[in-house]
């Protein structure tokens, strides 16, 4: 723990050093007029995607299940200046679904530059119970709704040498405790997504991808379901947000937020007698 706690601290004084000499690299007008389709829109990170989107004059289409909330964002979303916003309802639990979005999307806005994958299934974060059909739905809504979705988008994105944002989550590099189905999912996304990255470049297709890895973000369901469980800060949503939105904006291939992430990921590498004390630490085993 002491060798832990000392990187932790070099890896602290690294990152200061640079962020004072550092400029940053993020031009917001680079979204202007930008074609976005956002998945997971009507609450939390996505919903404030939406919000950042439509300030920095980008024409968004926005999709979730619930048809009333997606209303209410996009009313929102117009208040704030939005250049176009649209929304369409799906549930990604659907196979047929991500075509349709997409079509749409594509249609409405003559193309697109983005498709950010934010949306995922209701999480029970509990241990695991046997139940292999929460599992299978988890997969489908998490994983290969994504698939579907990128794939579905793939050739436009091409055209406009766009960007693939695929937000994933801690719980996808480091199995965490009440997680099961869940981690897997995000595992699932990690592997798929960074191999298809490799692919685009090997075939010298002019499209990102920028995988997001986030820890605890203080949205209510999260709050809701690790309360009594784990030991950790949770980072604000509209933060998370725009953390996101720049990252794919700079096409960068990995995003950490908060940043610190990054050098948990690589302790948790360089340090695999230390994991089980780590994780102790954070997370409450004598919970149910």
Not at 126 to 147: A, H, I, K, P
């Amino acid at each position: 723990m002491k060798a832990i706690g000392t990187a932790l601290c070099a890896a602290g004084i690294v990152a200061a050093l640079l962020a004072f000499f550092w400029k940053d690299p993020f031009d917001p007008e680079s979204l202007s007029g930008a074609r976005v389709l956002l998945t997971g829109a009507s609450a939390g990170i996505g919903e404030q995607m939406a919000y950042h989107y439509c300030r920095f004059g980008a024409e968004v289409v926005v999709t979730a299940r619930r048809e009333a909330v997606l209303r209410e964002v996009a009313e929102k979303c117009k208040t704030l200046g939005a250049k176009k916003i649209l929304y369409i309802p799906a549930d990604m639990s659907s196979p047929s679904e991500p075509e349709r979005v997409v079509q749409f999307a594509v249609q409405k806005l003559g193309g697109l530059d983005y498709l950010v994958l934010n949306h995922i299934a209701a999480n029970r974060f509990q241990m695991w119970d046997g139940d292999v059909e929460y599992t299978r739905r988890l997969m489908q809504v998490n994983f290969f709704s994504y698939v579907a979705l990128a794939t579905a988008a793939l050739q436009t994105l091409e055209r406009s040498n766009g960007s693939l944002v695929v937000v994933s989550s801690l719980a996808g590099r480091i199995p965490t405790p009440f997680t099961t189905s869940y981690s897997a999912s995000k595992f699932a996304l990690d592997g798929f997504f960074t191999s298809l990255r490799h692919e685009l470049a090997m075939q010298k297709r002019n499209v990102s991808v920028t995988l997001c890895i986030l820890g605890l973000i203080d949205t209510a369901s999260a709050l809701e379901n690790t309360r009594g469980k784990v030991y950790m800060t949770a980072s604000p949503a509209p933060e998370a947000a725009l953390a996101i939105i720049r990252g794919g904006a700079m096409r960068v291939q990995e995003l950490f937020y908060p940043w610190l992430l990054q050098h948990v990921c690589q302790l948790w590498v360089l340090f695999p007698s230390n994991r089980d004390r780590v994780l102790q630490s954070y997370y409450n085993y004598s919970s149910p």
